[in-house]
């Protein structure tokens, strides 16, 4: 077969390079035809991006289908006008606390119906998002918050950050206190800034599980790039309302975010209440009627395969997929399971079963 015919060609192949090297050289780790096969692959087709940034894409989601829902949680359907409007008024104020394009805005958080607007808005002032999680060790939080060198702390949900946290050298600005000042000034909001394709866009730190954290720095080309690549493989349509449940530290929170907002399709945001509640989280997703869904194949366990009659595309990343988990959605709906790490904008490899 042809796996037999690949090995044996590179055993031929390591053998007639041994012949062709001094003795005491080390083999090579591929063979020139090996490097060719892969420069073959490297080279996917090029699709251009409909806009330069997120930012700007969804602008243009708000002028073309105002009405269109963006964000959905049990209380209320937010359209996309909404958020782009409220997301300009707190672009305003974080300029006005002399957050730059290119500076960076850490957000003290958890799993947030606001933090989808937040981090549109941080887009829009041509800053960069980096997520503090409420949870996380406060020495952890201080690191993290002082290596990106923020320019504000923003606090959501009326969250209490730690000492350490509000002891930087940086404006702390709670979400709800921005938003109230705003509607009291009122006024329409300046225009958001653009940001270069090239600068950056979110920060991510790893788990710091063989050493210091480090900063994962995003563009705002990646991120897009990012968004285009799930929307095509999910084949994601406004229609749309993909399930978000990952903690914002996590890579899977930004993938599911983007690649929902590219299609100009909704986000659902669920706290962690319901994520741990998984008869709510059975209820939710079919009374809101969630379309996408990505999870950790443990997570996905907990539901026993029970059947989701809205949802047709399910996705499973972070471990192993369960094999019977995996044939029993994989019968039913479209399944497919995801690969990559931070530093490849989280999903270099998609299997699609």
Same mark, same amino acid.
């Given at each position: 077969n042809g796996s037999a015919e690949a090995w044996l060609a590179g055993l031929v192949g390591s053998l007639a390079a041994l012949l062709d090297q001094p003795v005491d050289a080390p083999l090579p780790l591929l063979l020139p035809a090996e490097c060719a096969q892969l420069e073959h692959w490297e080279q996917g087709e090029a699709i251009p991006a409909p806009a330069a940034t997120m930012a700007e894409l969804f602008s243009r989601h708000a002028a073309e289908g105002p009405d269109r829902p963006a964000i959905i949680t049990d209380s209320a359907c937010h359209s996309y006008a909404e958020i782009n409007g409220a997301a300009q008024v707190l672009a305003a104020r974080l300029r006005d606390l002399h957050v730059l394009p290119g500076g960076t805005v850490g957000v003290y958080t958890e799993r947030s119906a606001s933090l989808p607007m937040v981090i549109l808005a941080i887009?829009?002032?041509?800053?960069?998002?980096?997520?503090?999680?409420?949870?996380?060790?406060?020495?952890?939080?201080?690191?993290?918050?002082?290596?990106?060198?923020?320019?504000?702390?923003?606090?959501?949900?009326?969250?209490?950050?730690?000492? !350490?946290?509000?002891?930087? =050298?940086? %404006?702390?600005?709670?979400?709800?206190?921005? +938003?109230?000042? @705003?509607?009291?000034? &009122?006024?329409? !909001?300046?225009?958001?800034? =653009?940001? %270069?394709?090239?600068?950056?866009?979110?920060? +991510?730190?790893? @788990?710091?599980?063989? &050493?210091?954290?480090?900063?994962?720095?995003?563009?705002h080309a990646g991120v897009m790039n990012l968004g285009l690549g799930l929307a095509r493989m999910h084949g994601t349509t406004e229609r749309d309302r993909t399930l978000s449940i990952t903690s914002p530290s996590f890579d899977l929170w930004l993938s599911d975010l983007v690649g929902t907002w590219f299609a100009a399709a909704a986000i659902l945001p669920a706290t962690r209440a319901e994520m741990e509640d998984l008869d709510h989280m059975r209820g939710k997703m079919r009374r809101l009627g969630v379309t996408i869904a990505t999870m950790t194949p443990s997570?996905?366990?907990?539901?026993?395969?029970?059947?989701?009659?809205?949802?047709?595309?399910?996705?499973?990343?972070?471990?192993?997929?369960?094999?019977?988990?995996?044939?029993?959605?994989a019968e039913r709906l479209a399944y497919c399971n995801g690969y990559g790490p931070t530093e490849t904008v989280t999903t270099p490899l998609i299997w699609l079963a």
């Amino acid at each position: 077969n042809g796996s037999a015919e690949a090995w044996l060609a590179g055993l031929v192949g390591s053998l007639a390079a041994l012949l062709d090297q001094p003795v005491d050289a080390p083999l090579p780790l591929l063979l020139p035809a090996e490097c060719a096969q892969l420069e073959h692959w490297e080279q996917g087709e090029a699709i251009p991006a409909p806009a330069a940034t997120m930012a700007e894409l969804f602008s243009r989601h708000a002028a073309e289908g105002p009405d269109r829902p963006a964000i959905i949680t049990d209380s209320a359907c937010h359209s996309y006008a909404e958020i782009n409007g409220a997301a300009q008024v707190l672009a305003a104020r974080l300029r006005d606390l002399h957050v730059l394009p290119g500076g960076t805005v850490g957000v003290y958080t958890e799993r947030s119906a606001s933090l989808p607007m937040v981090i549109l808005a941080i887009w829009q002032a041509g800053a960069c998002y980096l997520p503090l999680v409420e949870g996380l060790p406060e020495d952890r939080l201080a690191f993290n918050a002082r290596d990106a060198a923020i320019d504000v702390l923003l606090v959501l949900d009326g969250l209490a950050p730690p000492e !350490a946290l509000l002891a930087g =050298a940086y %404006s702390v600005l709670h979400l709800g206190d921005a +938003l109230a000042a @705003s509607a009291d000034i &009122g006024g329409t !909001a300046p225009a958001p800034i =653009a940001s %270069s394709p090239a600068g950056p866009a979110v920060i +991510l730190y790893t @788990s710091g599980s063989t &050493g210091t954290p480090k900063g994962v720095v995003m563009s705002h080309a990646g991120v897009m790039n990012l968004g285009l690549g799930l929307a095509r493989m999910h084949g994601t349509t406004e229609r749309d309302r993909t399930l978000s449940i990952t903690s914002p530290s996590f890579d899977l929170w930004l993938s599911d975010l983007v690649g929902t907002w590219f299609a100009a399709a909704a986000i659902l945001p669920a706290t962690r209440a319901e994520m741990e509640d998984l008869d709510h989280m059975r209820g939710k997703m079919r009374r809101l009627g969630v379309t996408i869904a990505t999870m950790t194949p443990s997570y996905l366990r907990m539901f026993d395969q029970a059947e989701f009659p809205d949802l047709r595309l399910l996705m499973t990343v972070g471990e192993a997929p369960v094999l019977p988990d995996a044939r029993f959605y994989a019968e039913r709906l479209a399944y497919c399971n995801g690969y990559g790490p931070t530093e490849t904008v989280t999903t270099p490899l998609i299997w699609l079963a």
